[in-house]
């Protein structure tokens, strides 16, 4: 036990540093955190990555086929769609972190607070979430953006209202295991007040599996977010978001095939690598596997 | 240093009695042994008495005051709680520095840090200890840290359930002999549960005896060492505890 490394300063960053560990040691997730590495760096350069302007118009170039000047050729209006690829990028990471930056904390909430109260609350709580998750997502969400008008950030509002819910029994499941042990009997002892019992013990134990649920709901949420740009519901055409690429490029598909494989393809390595990356962290944060690794 | 007292303390599951008619009176500074076979009930009167569980019926005074009709804040105060598993009752995600500040902010003690380097030093552990959190410490040392937990609050009335029945022998003496020091350095009043009657020789000057959910016999520790129960139940599990200890 004195061999023990005395943890001094930011007690978050030495397990952090063991969850990256975890994940490159395991080839998928290895791969799936280096895709979503290049797709924050491509995001983050995109302006220095990008051949063309994403947005200008050339139509003495449409419909070019892959190389000469255009890497993945151009589209039925001679833009560039490496470049519009590579802008993209912003606008897939946006909706994702927003989606999951609504979603998260609601869910959390929701769920440890009904587990914890019970009751009535509970049962009140888990009803609308069972209303939510008795339509699919993708309907729901349709439904949504149809009422609030078809944008961008309307779509983002759409897919979050429709993925609290699974977040939201995930932490209420997780909430009634550990409302019944000794330490939250020990917190009531002390005079812990509900929401500091919720907030102080039972969130920071109901984190980790949240985290791991909501980096496989990204992959989904990618997917949401192209199916609804693709029903012309998502993002509004001049912007090169890759559902609404394919949703135009269809028409052309058989003569130009590049219009549809090259936004196809970055979506599914996209949210192929959340997924992998999501089952990485199962792994990573399992509890058994977590004291394993914290006993020295 | 204040009295228990319980008087006719019964609950129900449903049509389940777990508890029918307990009454006790522990004296200030007196540590009682609650003893009988799992499933008797002993760890339920703790529970009532810390009121972690509320439908009970009866009543239970500390330091003559109606623990219902005690506010939050004193209660706390009052009544504090050891349990059994030293491994589930330290949240594992904090460390031994937040465990022991909750309650410190909780009730807005002054001189914080004088309190945690008191608690600390006073169940024998180093200050270096703060820092850690509960997967580096031993099952001793983590029982340890409950109690610092539970004396912070300077309470005059500590409820053991069983504190060292998870803990291997040699670490049972250690942590048994600090409870005693606590006790005759501070005057608890110790309402202690234990199956272990050598734990409640050691410790305690008198004990009830549960059976099924009732109290069978009040004994002092004389009747122990000479087994002068009367209660058949009580004589019964005195002398298998006797022949125990001596097969050992």
Request: hydrophobic content about 45%; proline content about 6%.
């Amino acid at each position: 036990m004195t061999a023990l490394p005395r943890s001094t300063g930011l007690p978050l960053l030495r397990p952090l540093g063991n969850i990256l560990r975890a994940l490159l040691r395991n080839p998928p997730s290895a791969f799936g955190l280096t895709i979503i590495g290049l797709l924050l760096l491509i995001a983050l350069f995109a302006p220095l990555l990008a051949t063309h302007d994403p947005h200008a118009v050339d139509l003495d170039n449409t419909l070019r086929p892959p190389g000469g000047g255009h890497l993945f050729g151009t589209d039925e209006l001679g833009r560039d769609i490496y470049s519009r690829l590579v802008f993209g990028t912003r606008i897939t990471l946006r909706i994702i972190a927003l989606v999951t930056v609504i979603v998260g904390p609601i869910g959390l909430i929701i769920g440890t607070a009904s587990g914890y109260v019970g009751g009535l609350f509970d049962r009140i709580m888990m009803r609308i979430t069972d209303i939510f998750l008795s339509f699919p997502a993708l309907i729901l969400s349709l439904a949504f953006v149809a009422a609030l008008g078809p944008s961008l950030n309307n779509a983002i509002i759409a897919i979050a209202l429709t993925s609290w819910p699974p977040i939201a029994r995930l932490a209420r499941a997780e909430t009634l295991t550990f409302r019944a042990t000794d330490y939250v009997a020990a917190a009531r002892l002390q005079g812990a007040s509900t929401l500091r019992i919720i907030v102080r013990s039972i969130m920071p134990m109901c984190l980790p599996s949240v985290v791991i649920r909501l980096t496989l709901n990204m992959a989904t949420v990618i997917l949401t977010a192209a199916g609804l740009g693709f029903l012309g519901l998502g993002a509004q055409p001049p912007l090169p978001e890759w559902g609404a690429m394919i949703a135009t490029g269809r028409r052309y598909m058989i003569d130009s095939w590049w219009l549809v494989t090259f936004p196809g393809l970055a979506i599914l390595l996209v949210s192929l690598a959340f997924n992998l990356v999501g089952d990485g962290l199962r792994d990573a944060l399992d509890p058994r596997q977590m004291t394993g690794r914290a006993m020295p | 240093m204040k009295p228990v007292d319980v008087e006719d303390l019964s609950i129900r599951l449903g049509d389940v009695p777990i508890l029918s008619g307990i009454g006790f009176s522990v004296a200030a500074g007196e540590c009682f042994g609650l003893v009988g076979e799992s499933g008797s009930g002993k760890s339920t009167v703790l529970r009532c008495i810390a009121q972690l569980m509320v439908h009970w019926q009866g009543r239970i005074r500390i330091g003559g005051t109606d623990i219902r009709r005690m506010p939050l804040q004193e209660r706390c105060r009052s009544v504090q709680m050891v349990f059994q598993d030293p491994y589930g009752s330290l949240h594992p995600r904090q460390s031994v520095r937040t465990a022991l500040s909750e309650p410190i902010r909780i009730h807005r003690l002054d001189r914080p840090q004088e309190r945690l380097e008191r608690a600390l030093t006073e169940v024998g552990l180093p200050l270096h200890f703060l820092d850690r959190f509960p997967h580096q410490l031993s099952g001793g040392q983590r029982q340890r840290v409950a109690i610092a937990r539970a004396l912070i609050l300077e309470p005059a009335v500590l409820l053991l359930d069983e504190p060292t029945s998870a803990l291997d022998v040699s670490v049972q003496a250690e942590v048994l002999n600090l409870l005693s020091e606590l006790r005759r350095r501070r005057g608890f009043t110790y309402v202690m549960v234990s199956h272990d009657l050598a734990v409640i020789d050691h410790m305690c000057d008198r004990l009830a005896v549960m059976q099924a959910g009732r109290i069978v016999e009040i004994l002092d520790r004389a009747a122990l060492i000479g087994n002068g129960a009367r209660h058949p139940y009580a004589r019964q599990l005195i002398e298998a505890s006797l022949e125990h200890e001596r097969g050992r």
